[in-house]
């Protein structure tokens, strides 16, 4: 069974940058696509990105566009999100999740154990 890894994440001031990285224990090439999750404190699970592993196509949550960005690495088997400019309103614990099905809406059947990232003001 692959499993999801996550690294990155920690405590940064606003306007700080981190990259969160999630490392597949296998090749991430079984997944269709990959993504980035957040669940702020008190709120839903809400999407942030997805990105195609074959092609590398990319989508974001509008709200997010030109401060984070999603990629990955299919040689290291890995998943990235560079986040930029962050506010305390990111404040979040963030997941990465893998889908293998074709499901529409796209249903993600592998997740990380998320990772916490605190932003102070």
């Known amino acids: 069974q692959v499993r999801l890894v996550q690294s990155g994440g920690g405590l940064v001031q606003t306007g700080g940058s981190l990259r969160l990285s999630c490392a597949a224990s296998g090749s991430i090439s079984i997944y269709n696509a990959m993504a980035w999750y957040r669940q702020p404190p008190g709120k839903q699970r809400e999407l942030v990105a997805t990105i195609t592993v074959s092609g590398g196509f990319t989508k974001y949550v509008d709200s997010l566009k030109g401060r984070f960005a999603i990629s990955r690495d299919n040689a290291k088997n890995t998943l990235y999100l560079q986040m930029n400019n962050l506010t305390p309103e990111d404040t979040a614990v963030y997941y990465c999740?893998?889908?293998?099905?074709?499901?529409?809406?796209?249903?993600?059947?592998?997740w990380g154990p998320g990772t916490q990232v605190t932003v102070s003001s």
């Open positions: 999740a893998g889908s293998t099905t074709n499901d529409r809406p796209r249903r993600y059947d592998y």
